[in-house]
Each structure stands twice: as C-alpha cells, then as structure tokens.
Nanobody, 122 residues
Framework: QVRLVESGGGSVQAGGSLRLSCTVFGYSPGTNPVAWFRQAPGKEREGVAAITTGGTWYADSVKGRFTISRDNAWSTVWLQMNSLKPEDTAMYYC?????????????????WGQGTQVTVPS
C-alpha cells in the first residue's frame, strides 16, 4: 500500500521560494504518475505537476516557476517553487496513481498525502 507524507510548506513573501517534499512509501516506479495538486478555499483541487519515468508535466499557471523532481529510488518527490505569487496560496497534496491517464485529473490517483499549507500573502 502506497503512503505519502508531505512537508516543507509555510508562509513566504511574494517572489520567494519554497521546496515541498513528498516522502513515498510502497510505490513501484513506472509509467504511472506521482503528482502534486493544490486546493485553495472554495476552489476545486488543481493539478500542479506530475512525474513519471517518462517525463514531467506542469500546469500552465506554474510553468517556468515550479520544478518537480525525484530521487532515483522514488522515495522522495520534490516540488521546487520559485517566484511565488499570492495566487499560489493553497493546501498542497502529493498523490500517486496505479494507472496511467490524464495526469491532472484527481480521480486518477488512489493514494494521497495529508497536505501541507503554502501561504503567499498579498
């Protein structure tokens, strides 16, 4: 059974950086994605970035600012967030899928972490 634990959230001024970590237990690497999602109050959960053995994918809103990466053992997946904006404020979740599909659809993912809060004051 896959278990995910996020860390690294916090409050940072606009223009600043944070790096989120997702510690992954029980995941078998392959073509199925591990992804970061975020959810702001009153909004739907949004796919931010995903990674597989074949590559990485990003939401248009974070391209050029966020970078997803992993270690060789797939035990940790990071989300480096630069040039943060107030609209990046949200709870950020790590998720893992057992199947392939459209990476930014939350329904693809069967395992989720508890989330870590990122706040960028305006």
């Amino acid at each position: 059974q896959v278990r995910l634990v996020e860390s690294g959230g916090g409050s940072v001024q606009a223009g600043g950086s944070l790096r989120l970590s997702c510690t992954v237990f029980g995941y078998s690497p392959g073509t199925n994605p591990v992804a970061w999602f975020r959810q702001a109050p009153g909004k739907e959960r949004e796919g931010v970035a995903a990674i597989t053995t074949g590559g990485t994918w990003y939401a248009d809103s974070v391209k050029g600012r966020f970078t997803i990466s992993r270690d060789n053992a797939w035990s940790t997946v990071w989300l480096q967030m630069n040039s943060l904006k107030p609209e990046d404020t949200a709870m950020y979740y790590c998720a893992a899928s057992r199947i392939g599909g459209i990476w930014y659809r939350p329904s693809l993912y069967s395992s989720w972490g508890q989330g870590t809060q990122v706040t960028v004051p305006s």
